[in-house]
Structure formats: C-alpha cells, structure tokens
C-alpha cells in the first residue's frame, strides 16, 4: 500500500504571495489532518479534514485554510505568506481520525518564505 | 497550551547503550503515543500505550505511562546508528498534541 504522498516537497516563495500544498492520503483513509513544524513552536496542529468537512481546526490565522476532495486528498492554502510562515508543512492521513489510531505521515513540504 | 514537554531536548550515547527519554503531558488521556522522526522527515508511528496500561514493549522499546504523575518515558535499549532521530510523545485528542521532543544522537 501507498505511504502519504505530498507535494512539492520543497518551494520557495517570497514574502505576499500564496501557496498551495497537496496531499494524497493512504488508500481507505478518510482522515487527513495538517500540520505546522518549526525550530521554535515544535510540531503545531493547522486543521483536520474527514469526508471533505473540517472537523478540528488548531489557533493558525485565517489565512491558513484547507480543504478536502471527495477522494480523500487535501491541500491547504496559506495565503500573504510571512517569513514565520518559513516550515516544514506535514500532513498525516488515519482511517477515521478517532482518537488513539494512528496517524501515517507524509515526508513534509518545506516551505521558505523570502 | 496543551504541549507536553520532553526531557532530555537532547541526548548523545554510544551504540550499544540505552536511551530513555521522558514525556510531561498536562490533561487526562485515553492513550499516549511515541513517533520517530528523521531529519527533517515526515514522523512515523513507534507505540500506542493505553491510560489502563503500566508498561508495554515493542521489539527494542518499553514505554511506561504513569497518569498519576502525567508521565511517559521511551526506553530504547541496546541502541544503533539508525535510531539517531527525534523522539516525540503524542497527547490524541481532538487533535494530536505533539512534545516538543528529544533529539537522539547514537554514535557509531
């Protein structure tokens, strides 16, 4: 069976412009949840999505958003990037995101903000 | 904040040696989790340990869970280069909290 996939894995962007970063879940799940990781905050929940509804969302300003397809993949959108917005971005899919399963994660998007 | 705390931040053994590495979480749980992750790598999934359990061993790890305390450790024994990675607690909840983590260095 397929990992998490994400895509880019790297990108540049400077400061204003926006992003959008992709994610393919394991086959069968239906969970998939974003987070943030910097040397700074650590590992930082963004959001969570389940059958194309976000259903958690973590303390990040509006202009992170996200959202989900019918087949499961996600993509988030951070929109007027700043240089905190520098990370890496990973995203974790689970089969129905109830707590205690386990999350699977992709090998990260590592976003620099210029 | 509902990040746990890791202690130590960071820890340099020879291969061979064990590692222990402890996890501080600040609200009640159903069950605690420890993820590896390399360097600047997505995290992978080591073990699930349940708020009725005391101790639980997979392969090389023991994990102890003492919810009085609000505590966890990760013991890995006999340690090799490739357990070099940081070693994260996770707090499931609505969302997953994550610790701030140990960084694990196994010297050849």
């Known amino acids: 069976k397929a990992g998490v996939t994400q895509t880019p894995r790297y990108l540049i962007k400077t400061r204003g412009q926006q992003v959008t970063l992709s994610c393919s879940p394991i086959?069968?799940?239906?969970?998939v949840s974003w987070y943030q990781q910097t040397p700074g905050q650590g590992l930082q929940f963004l959001f969570e999505?389940?059958?194309?509804?976000?259903?958690n969302k973590g303390n990040f300003p509006g202009r992170f958003s996200g959202r989900q397809f019918s087949n499961s993949r996600s993509e988030m959108n951070v929109s007027t990037l700043e240089l905190g917005d520098s990370a890496l971005y990973l995203c974790?899919?689970?089969?129905?995101?109830?707590?205690?399963?386990?999350?699977?994660f992709g090998p990260g998007t590592r976003l620099l903000v210029l | 904040s509902q990040q746990g705390e890791e202690d130590p931040q960071a820890l340099s053994i020879q291969e061979g040696e064990n590692a222990t590495m402890n996890c501080s979480y600040k609200?009640?749980?159903?069950?605690l989790q420890w993820y590896r992750q390399n360097s600047g790598r997505g995290l992978v999934h080591l073990i699930l340990?349940?708020?009725?359990?005391r101790e639980k061993h997979s392969g090389r790890l023991r994990v102890t869970l003492d919810t009085s305390k609000k505590s966890s450790s990760l013991l890995i024994t006999a340690s090799r280069a490739a357990d070099t990675a940081s070693y994260f607690c996770?707090?499931?909840?609505?969302?997953?909290?994550f610790g701030t983590g140990t960084s694990l260095t196994v010297i050849p």
């Open positions: 609200t009640s749980i159903n069950n």
């Open positions: 974790a899919s689970s089969l129905a995101g109830y707590e205690g399963e386990t999350q699977y």
């Open positions: 996770a707090q499931p909840g609505n969302q997953f909290y």
């Open positions: 086959s069968g799940h239906r969970s």
């Open positions: 340990i349940r708020s009725n359990e």
């Open positions: 999505y389940f059958s194309e509804t976000q259903r």
